[in-house]
Nanobody, 115 residues
């Protein structure tokens, strides 16, 4: 059974930092491309950051320079370090694992940026 479990969300003030984790089980984590999506209320889900199996990273323009995605294949975990957070970063953040036509999703973790 495939499971992706996100953690690390919460309430933070503007300018603050959070580190999200996505722990995977039931898949050969090292061969999957991994992605962080986010969805704000009333908006479509959007891709925030991605990291390939070869650790090539890519970022949405809105988070570039503030967010850093990384992975630890030995721990089967992906991370998202989020710095200089803004109120517009408020969203549910989802972990996504992709291998060819196969895709798996986590349940999401809420990030709220507010003073």
């Amino acid at each position: 059974q495939v499971q992706l479990v996100e953690s690390g969300g919460g309430l933070v003030q503007p300018g603050g930092s959070l580190r999200l984790s996505c722990a995977a089980s039931g898949i050969v984590f090292s061969v999957y491309d991994m992605r962080w999506y986010r969805q704000a209320p009333g908006n479509q889900r959007e891709l925030a950051a991605s990291i390939t199996r070869d650790s090539i990273t890519n970022y949405a323009d809105s988070v570039k320079g503030r967010f850093t995605v990384s992975r630890d294949n030995a721990k089967r975990t992906m991370f998202l370090q989020m710095n200089s957070l803004k109120p517009e970063d408020t969203a549910v953040y989802f972990c996504n694992a992709v291998l060819g036509s196969r895709g798996h999703w986590g349940q999401g973790t809420q990030v709220t940026v507010s003073s």
